[in-house]
């Protein structure tokens, strides 16, 4: 941000504090239109007139850079614009807005009140409770078929599910209804121990609709599938997941209905427009109240009463204490060793950030560089920009600075997306693909992530499904140090040095590591095919864990990843297709026609070459249009498909999200 001399700086804070102030003479200030980004500090009759009927407007932000982008939805989560459309809508308070015009001026923006927006947003502040169902919107549960969902899942998975409540909220602790705040816990507990833990928050905005469903689709993905990945299994035997599907339930309901609401439902402070509340990631006790946020009630980012005023932060303050240790000292400077495990994610939206504390200083965190290179990786996955959280101005009271402040836990904020009310096509279709694969990394890390996160990782892990008993396979894998979105800096170039495989008991259960050897004959690069030839004499029948590991040229060692080989076990028959796909195109098998099946389980297998990203779908023919009913979108050249089919006409779809080459696609039926 530009500073200035002492003398115009004085000058624009004067004149800041006369901008509403001059509302109140008479007669009111005439209204001007300012030349294009040059802004003006004189409040015109009609903003003069919309703030007296309106703690909040929505003011429209015309900037000019990425940068100021990056800086303006950092700082206040936007209701509207986007970087490409070059403005964004903010619902802010008169102090607010005052500060965004003076820095405006200073950044060349043009920032005016929306009189349209503002009219809306009010009118949904008026929206009663009670929706069962959010209209226009099928892909999102209210809060009870969120809840509902979570109970099914530990219904049909109870060795692996549980479902308690850990507090209630505003208006349950009142009595006046609401409703308990409830985690969902993932993990085989026929397995003991100390586990690592991800903690996944969501929703804490009550107007963000994808937050919340991303994480119980996020749940219902990792329950499906332990037991068949490989991956999902070794993650739910020895580590934890916990998710709290809705964090502001009282809020939430507000929001079901349409209205833009942000806060929760605390009306002990009412106020003329009906904007009562807290916003809760303004009212967590680490650092509170030391900027960014409000002390009128009015405001969207009013900071309660005190430090952790409100029931709902509590009762989180609680939870995020229970999932991990305090690993911090007191003071700021106090880094958490490096082997600290946990990874805590506090999902928003929108603005398509991966953020990391600090939120209320410039200052880079005692861990900043380990959560730089991990949030980088956490954003290579959904190609969001990765970025320290504080913006144009600072915040505090937030639910990362707190859970890395006082506890050391690997902290972060994803913010999804392109809108509050997201369409369920750019859900499903986007937002939910790539940031399930962000989460699953994050739980990948969760035993060391700020260990983990820099190092490399293992990819396109291949063996065979099964080998006869005393034989040996071929193990296969792309070790690789460069998925890191690049695009707010780099990482420091780290090549690999090593790679080795483990049978049944990973490298932190004490197992015993087997080298494995770079194709090309060096390991002298930062991407390395590898390769082991592995004996199975000694091990038993049956289904067997491999898991794989490198090393990079500072020693660090990446997560592992992992495949089942089936000891003595036969594989299924089943159908091979082999082609080639050049890049972002799509290759059809057993062609464009399809195939007719009269319905049973469909599993389709596809693997390319070492560093490409191949994408696998299942599409049925429906009179005369082909529509997709199944997908396999991970970041890796290999994809798995399993479906219960109806009778009909299906094909598989192969598709290069990049790369180019050879692919091989097994089906079974």
């Known amino acids: 941000m530009k500073r200035f001399t002492n003398g115009p700086a004085l000058s624009l804070i004067l004149s800041a504090s006369l901008l509403l102030g001059a509302c109140s003479q008479a007669p009111q200030p005439v209204a001007a239109t300012p030349p294009a980004g040059t802004g003006t500090l004189v409040a015109s009759a009609d903003e003069c007139r919309t703030f007296e009927q309106n703690p909040v407007v929505v003011s429209r932000i015309e900037f000019r850079t990425p940068r100021d982008w990056l800086d303006i939805v950092k700082t206040f989560e936007p209701v509207g614009g986007s970087l490409e459309e070059g403005f964004v809508l903010l619902d802010v308070g008169k102090e607010d807005f005052e500060r965004l015009r003076v820095t405006g001026l200073t950044r060349g923006w043009t920032v005016q009140i929306d009189a349209r927006e503002t009219q809306r947003h009010s009118a949904s502040l008026k929206t009663p409770l009670g929706a069962l169902s959010i209209n226009g919107y099928s892909c999102y549960r209210t809060v009870e078929e969120t809840y509902t969902s979570a109970q099914n899942l530990v219904a049909q998975y109870p060795n692996l599910a549980s479902w308690s409540s850990f507090g209630s909220s505003w ?9 308990d705040m409830n985690v969902l816990k993932l993990t085989n507990r026929s397995v003991t121990g100390t586990k690592p833990r991800l903690l996944i928050t969501a929703s804490i905005h009550a107007r963000e609709y994808t937050p919340a469903e991303l994480a119980t689709r996020f749940a219902e993905y990792l329950l499906a599938n332990y037991g068949r990945d490989a991956d999902v299994t070794w993650m739910l035997d020895t580590q934890e997941v916990w998710l709290v599907l809705q964090s502001n339930p009282d809020g939430r309901k507000k929001a079901e209905a349409g209205a833009s609401w942000r806060k929760n439902a605390n009306d002990t402070q009412a106020c003329g427009n009906g904007l009562f509340g807290a916003d809760l990631n303004r009212n967590f006790n680490y650092a509170w109240g030391t900027g960014g946020s409000s002390t009128d009630p009015c405001n969207e980012t009013y900071r309660g009463v005190g430090a952790a005023s409100e029931p709902e932060t509590q009762n989180l303050q609680t939870l995020i204490r ?21 990874v805590y994610i506090d999902i928003h939206s929108y603005s398509k950030l991966v953020l990391w504390p600090w939120g209320d200083t410039n200052t880079v965190a005692p861990n900043g560089v380990a959560l730089q290179s991990l949030g980088r990786k956490l954003a290579f996955f959904n190609g969001y920009t990765p970025e320290q959280s504080i ?8 639910t990362n600075d707190f859970a890395y402040g006082e506890l050391g ?51 396109s892990v291949s063996a065979p499904a099964s080998v006869a008993t005393g034989g040996t396979f071929t193990l296969s894998a792309s070790a690789t140090n460069t998925r890191f979105n690049t695009s707010n800096g780099a990482e420091p170039t780290r090549t690999i040095t090593g790679a080795e495989y483990f049978i049944d008991t990973p490298p932190w259960a004490g197992g015993t590591p087997t080298a494995m050897t770079a194709t090309d004959g060096t390991f002298n690069a930062a991407t390395e095919a590898v390769r082991a030839t592995v004996s199975v004499a000694g091990l038993s029948a049956g289904k067997h864990t491999v898991y794989v590991r490198a090393r990079n040229n500072s020693g660090t060692y990446g997560p592992v990843s992992a495949v089942f080989v089936t000891v003595g076990g036969t594989t299924p028959p089943g159908t091979t297709y082999t082609g080639t796909v050049a890049s972002r195109g799509n290759s059809y098998q057993p062609g464009t026609a399809g195939f007719s099946y009269a319905g049973g389980t469909l599993k389709g297998n596809l693997s390319a070459a070492a560093g490409t990203d191949f994408d696998l779908y299942l ?7 082909w529509t997709q009913v199944a997908a396999s979108e991970g970041s890796t050249s290999t994809e798995a498909i399993t479906y ?17 080459g050879s692919y091989t696609l097994t089906e079974t039926r």
């Not at 229970?322 to 958490?336: E, L, M, Q, V, Y």
């Not at 913006?391 to 937030?398: A, D």
């Not at 219960?644 to 180019?660: D, E, L, Q």
Request: net charge positive; charged share 15%.
């Open 171 to 179: 208006l349950k602790s009142k009595g006046r209804g609401g409703y």
């Open 322 to 342: 229970d999932a991990f240790p305090d690993s911090r000292g007191p003071a700021r400077t106090d880094a958490a060793p490096a082997s600290t495990p946990g």
């Open 391 to 398: 913006g144009l101005y600072p915040t505090s009271g937030t």
């Open 409 to 459: 836990v690997a902290s972060y904020t994803f913010e999804l997306g392109n809108a509050f009310f997201e369409s369920c096509s750019a859900f499903t279709g986007t937002i939910l693909p790539q940031n399930q694969a962000a989460l699953l990394y994050a739980l990948r890390v969760a035993r060391a992530p700020y260990q983990l996160g820099s190092g490399p990782d293992s990819v």
């Open 619 to 625: 599409q049925k023919l429906s009179g005369s249009t």
């Open 644 to 660: 219960a089919a109806t009778s009909g006409t299906y094909r598989w779809r192969v598709y290069a999200y990049s790369g180019s």
